[in-house]
């Protein structure tokens, strides 16, 4: 009932930028955060990055400085600008969303199916 879609992984060179987006859809209450996370062959996934509802950001040490994320709470969106690419963030990319389905249930956490995203040298 719930869906998790990203879009805007692909192939870049090292030094360039994408812009992933991930739209939360279906029997939606209320969302708390949002984020991204990435997990490469052989990694554990890790977090890159989140937002509150009330737009308070934390990122991994990693990227900061080079990516933003942002969202769009009318439109159930959040956004991650990757700028400064590098052959280390090669990854597939996953949306994640702690959420509710109505105002009797509890918070639960929802994933995205994953966006490749492939920085070549």
């Known amino acids: 009932q719930v869906q998790l879609v990203e879009s805007g992984g692909g192939l870049v060179q090292a030094g360039g930028s994408l812009r992933l987006s991930c739209a939360a859809s279906?029997?939606?209450?209320?969302?708390?955060?949002m984020g991204w996370w990435r997990q490469s062959p052989g990694k554990q996934r890790e977090l890159v990055a989140v937002i509150t509802d009330s737009g308070v950001t934390t990122y991994t040490d990693s990227v900061k400085g080079r990516f933003t994320i942002s969202r769009d709470n009318a439109k159930r969106m959040v956004y991650l600008q990757m700028n400064s690419l590098k052959p280390e963030d090669t990854a597939v990319y996953y949306c994640?969303?702690?959420?509710?389905?109505?105002?009797?249930?509890?918070?639960?956490?929802?994933w995205g199916q994953g966006t490749q995203v492939t920085v070549s040298s």
């Open positions: 994640g969303a702690e959420l509710r389905t109505s105002f009797l249930t509890t918070m639960k956490f929802y």
């Open positions: 279906g029997s939606i209450f209320s969302i708390r955060d």
